[in-house]
């Protein structure tokens, strides 16, 4: 009973935790549903260290992590897609999603972003996606990287400098 209220009532941050990484609907709904098959397997080695909800967004991040990095070993054996379409201009692919915590009228100008977002490395896409997806604080997003404030105050600073020349380059966007 205790599990299925926990489940009732984390099923939706874990579920926009992973949609912000995956930006895909149903792998999200997959993973999510992996994340809660953990925690159930794993509840009785949490330590009570950190706050639980910060151990289950830790499941929660390593585990799409885990399955985009599954993805693209699969990938890399699979198919190449063309990288020009027919007329010769770049094709731009843009997530097939709606995230919940995206505020954003322009539904192409979000998919801008996510592409941006996912060309930052790993720790960078972590903390921007935690702290302005999902709108936890510095110390929040700290405890469950297991990392320092001062290194959560830096991979920040760096992931929106990152961002700000993805999308200058990419998309010829003024200052």
Partial sequence: ?????LVETRQSLVFNTVLGFLQNREDAEDVTQDVFVKVY???QQFK???ALSTWIYRVAVTSALEFLRRKKRKKRFGFLSPLFGEDNQPT???PDFEHPGVVLDNREKAGMLF????QLPENQRIAFLLNKLEGLSYIE??????????AVESLLHRAKSNLKEILKKQYNLGD
């Fill in 115 to 118: 592409k941006a977002i996912e």
């Fill in 141 to 150: 997003v700290a405890d469950i990287m297991q990392t320092s404030l001062s």
């Fill in 92 to 94: 731009l692919e843009l």
């Fill in 41 to 43: 397997e794993a509840i």
């Fill in 48 to 50: 009570g260290e950190s």
């Fill in 1 to 5: 009973m205790a599990f299925r209220e």
